[in-house]
């Protein structure tokens, strides 16, 4: 289990730009048993643990009396920069499911596709839900078993890990394989040459007639 030193914020303390300034992210900690929280960590130990534990893994946090295990629930982005500029965590309680988006990790090598076929991939995260302790760091898709044009893999497919169990349809593709399709390049057909001089004289002659003084 991932560990994150936090420090609580008081109402009086140092304003979000002041932290940020001083290497610290402003956040908050929440969940069905535990109050909303904020708080405020260190930048780049986050950034850390962000990296090795995404928002499946449990991190605990050191810092508020007991170890209080987690999950990073929503990162807020920097629009310029990309840097995390304010963290939401969720207090999870051993025992109690939660439903978490686990990253999809494609493993093997589809002899469809290696005969020239096209591989999709519909999904790169599975909804589970779960004992927050027993969630995957991600979750297995072997793709040799695409053997032919056409096949598809379920989600219904995957292999979970005991006490993971899915939170979609099992019907959901996963991935499939198709059939290269060859683009046509689209061919102007020549003009007539024939009809537009005809049709050119055969306004040549119109305007003549309309010329000529008309017979007593």
Not at 51 to 80: F, K, N, Q, W, Y
């Amino acid at each position: 289990m991932l560990t994150l030193s936090v420090e609580k914020r008081g109402k009086t303390g140092a304003s979000a730009p002041a932290l940020r300034r001083g290497g610290l992210i402003p956040a908050v900690v929440y969940g069905a048993h535990q109050a909303s929280t904020p708080i405020s960590v260190p930048a780049r130990a986050f950034e850390k643990v962000l990296r090795a534990a995404g928002e499946a893994t449990i991190v605990s946090l050191a810092g508020l009396g007991e170890p209080l295990p987690t999950l990073i629930h929503e990162v807020d982005l920097d629009p310029l920069t990309n840097q995390p500029r304010h963290v939401d965590f969720y207090a999870v309680t051993k025992g109690k499911k939660v439903e978490v988006a686990i990253p999809l990790l494609f493993v093997g090598e589809s002899p469809a596709v290696k005969a020239g076929a096209n591989l999709v991939k519909v999904l790169h995260e599975l909804e589970v839900k779960a004992d927050p302790m027993n969630l995957p760091h991600d979750i297995k898709v072997d793709l040799s078993v695409l053997a032919t044009i056409g096949d598809r893999i379920h989600t219904k497919d995957l292999v979970l890990p005991a006490g993971v169990e899915l939170a979609v349809d099992p019907e959901e593709i996963v991935a499939l394989v198709q059939e290269v399709v060859e683009e046509k390049e689209e061919v102007t057909a020549p003009a007539d040459i024939g009809s537009i001089e005809v049709e050119k004289k055969g306004k040549e002659e119109e305007a003549a007639e309309e010329a000529a003084p008309a017979k007593a």
